[in-house]
């Protein structure tokens, strides 16, 4: 195909935009001169239609629903794909064969101790700290134990730092929960695998044998991998911002954890349980009430777990999630009135017209709480769960970014809409 270009007409001048060309989806108009040719800049805020990157790792087809990781489709990764196996498609850029995936998960689990010095830093937070907060400062915390990984041009240290973050993540996940339930830490044991040992770390108890529930451990991969990237979403665009500034990758991570606490972003899967129980304590609550604020102009209420930026269909990983809530619930032997209300506030919000005419659909947030919460995690442990899944997207996206010729240092520029040139006055004459 020859090269594309397009025409920008302005102020009685033409510019030329260079297109730069997908696999599929989108097309690029390059805007990379058009400050220095026309001194005015593009304006979208939100970067709603702005790439900022070149990318191969996740494609997404909002209009149609569909999601792919490196070209797979991600109800087949659901279905046939364990979570490390996924981490390794998204770092890699393959699936894995048999001898690659025993030695990626030895290499796993034989980092998922923490450094003892650890506790003192658990200990310090108060006990009702959001588990969130301790999963973003324990992530840089444990970087100053390997300041020998923080050159973000070695691909080594990359390597390292990247296997220590996956594999220490669930370990201080699990410690921030026993830490907030006043209750011992549990350390990892190798015997299991890594979903296993997670639940292990977060429910086994020093005073009785814990057994991991297969359904559980089952469940738990399948969220895990629906999780696991989406392409340039507000916590991996900071990911990469951070790191384009060539912060360490600890640091980096650390940052996309406090962009994914967010009501807006991860921080809705626990606001959509907060919002379907409101309705059961309420007795004047109900789907059509709570449709009715979501609605109203004045109101500042949102539907959490409805609507997307990109998807302007049923989000496929919703799809995924609502079918399996149904067997997950039925396996662990629990009829969950939420259950009941989540579906009844779907089939309201998909026949009203404020919700069609906008293309509001559940997201992954809107099922992905009734599943974590029928599997007994805390409501305030739902979105370190979609951290601990969106982990190895993050640290790709990142890895993708560092080795891109073109990446510069994040700087967006801004219309100045302010005062200009104005006289000091001194405080005496104010
Ligand atoms: C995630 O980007 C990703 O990929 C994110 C994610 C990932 O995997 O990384 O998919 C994970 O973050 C999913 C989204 C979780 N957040 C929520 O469920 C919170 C509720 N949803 C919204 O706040 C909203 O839909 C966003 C934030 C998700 C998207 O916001 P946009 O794209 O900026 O859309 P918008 O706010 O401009 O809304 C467009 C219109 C507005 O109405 P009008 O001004 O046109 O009248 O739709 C309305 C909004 O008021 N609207 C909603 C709504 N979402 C949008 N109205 C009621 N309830 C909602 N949930």
Same mark, same amino acid.
């Given at each position: ?44 805020? $939100? ?75 658990? *200990? @310090?937070? #108060? ?13 840089? %915390? ?5 300041? *020998?990984? &923080? ?18 993540? #669930? ?6 929960? /026993? ?26 108890? #020093? ?19 629906? &999780?696991?990237? &989406? ?5 991996? @665009? ?17 940052? $996309? ?5 967010? #009501?807006? &972003? ?76 989540? /579906? ?14 906008? /293309? ?26 979609? %951290? ?10 990142? /890895? ?31």
């Amino acid at each position: 195909m020859a090269d594309r270009h397009a025409q920008l007409s302005f102020d009685g001048n033409e510019y030329d935009l260079p297109i730069v060309e997908p696999t599929i989806g989108n097309a690029g108009l390059t805007i990379a001169k058009l400050r220095a040719d026309s001194g005015d800049v593009t304006y979208d805020p $939100g970067f709603a239609n702005t790439a900022g990157a070149q990318s191969t790792i996740t494609y997404i087809d909002g209009a149609a629903g569909i999601l792919q990781h490196r070209g797979y489709a991600i109800e087949d990764l659901a279905a046939n794909a364990t979570f490390l196996e996924v981490a390794y498609l998204l770092l890699v850029g393959k699936l894995p064969n048999k001898a690659e995936f025993e030695a990626w998960s030895e290499d796993v689990r034989m980092h998922t101790l923490l450094n003892e010095e650890m506790k003192r830093f658990f *200990d @310090a937070f #108060p006990k009702r700290a959001h588990p969130m907060a301790i999963l973003s400062s324990a992530t840089n %915390a444990i970087s100053t134990f390997y300041e *020998d990984y &923080h050159d973000p041009s070695n691909a080594k240290a990359f390597d390292e730092s990247a296997v220590r973050l996956l594999a220490k993540m #669930p370990t201080i996940a699990a410690w921030a929960y /026993k830490k907030s339930i006043g209750m011992p830490y549990s350390y990892p044991n190798n015997d299991l695998d890594y979903v296993e040992n997670f639940l292990a770390m977060m429910f086994s108890l #020093p005073t009785a044998r814990y057994e991991v529930d297969p359904v559980i451990a089952k469940a738990v991969n399948v969220l895990f991998v629906l &999780h696991a990237d &989406h392409e340039q979403n507000c916590s991996t @665009a900071t990911v990469r911002g951070v790191g384009s500034s060539q912060a360490n990758l600890f640091a980096s991570v650390g940052a $996309g954890i406090d962009a994914l606490w967010g #009501p807006l &972003h991860g921080g809705a899967n626990q606001r959509v349980i907060e919002m379907l129980q409101s309705i059961v304590d309420d007795p004047d609550a109900s789907a059509k009430s709570m449709i009715a604020r979501a609605k109203d102009p004045n109101d500042p209420f949102r539907l959490m777990g409805f609507g997307h930026r990109v998807y302007k269909n049923y989000d496929p990983r919703a799809r995924v999630l609502r079918s399996y809530a149904d067997d997950v619930l039925a396996a662990v032997g629990i009829k969950d009135p939420l259950f009941d209300i989540a /579906k009844e506030l779907e089939q309201t919000a998909l026949e009203d017209d404020y919700f069609v005419e906008r /293309k509001l659909f559940p997201n992954v947030d809107f099922y992905s709480g009734l599943i974590f919460r029928a599997l007994d995690f805390p409501t305030r442990m739902f979105t370190v769960l979609f %951290a601990m899944g969106r982990l190895p997207g993050w640290m790709a996206q990142w /890895k993708e970014m560092t080795e891109d010729p073109s990446t510069r240092i994040m700087r967006p520029r801004q219309i100045y809409i302010g005062d200009i040139d104005k006289e000091y006055v001194p405080i005496e004459e104010r």
